[in-house]
C-alpha cells in the first residue's frame, strides 16, 4: 500500500499542460511520479541529462525565440536533402 505522500510547487500554467500531456498517456500525475522515481531508482540518477547550455545553444535559442534566422522547408524529405540525410 502505498503511504508516502510527496507535495511540490510548480507554476499552474506548467502543470495544468504536463496534467494535459499525461491525460493524453493515459496516465495520472501520481503514475507519472512514480515512472520517474522508478527511473531514477534504475538508473542511479536523473534518467535524462542535464545540461548548462552553451553560448552557441544560448545564441540560438535567442534568435530562434525572436524569429530570426529561421528556415522552412515543403517537406521532411526537402529538409533531409538540404542536410544531406
Known amino acids: 500500500m502505498k503511504s508516502a505522500m510527496i507535495r511540490a510547487r510548480v507554476e499552474p500554467e506548467l502543470k495544468e499542460e504536463v496534467e494535459g500531456i499525461f491525460k493524453k498517456l493515459g496516465i495520472t500525475t501520481t503514475e507519472a511520479i512514480t ?3 522508478h527511473q531514477v ?3 542511479k540518477g536523473i534518467p535524462f541529462e542535464l545540461s548548462i547550455p552553451n553560448d ?3 545564441e540560438t535559442a535567442r534568435k530562434t525565440d525572436a524569429g530570426e534566422e529561421l528556415m522552412e522547408y515543403a517537406s521532411l524529405d526537402a529538409f533531409k536533402k538540404k542536410i544531406g540525410a
Do not use: D, V
Open 56 to 58: 552557441i545553444t544560448l
Open 35 to 37: 515512472i520517474f522515481y
Open 41 to 43: 531508482k534504475a538508473k
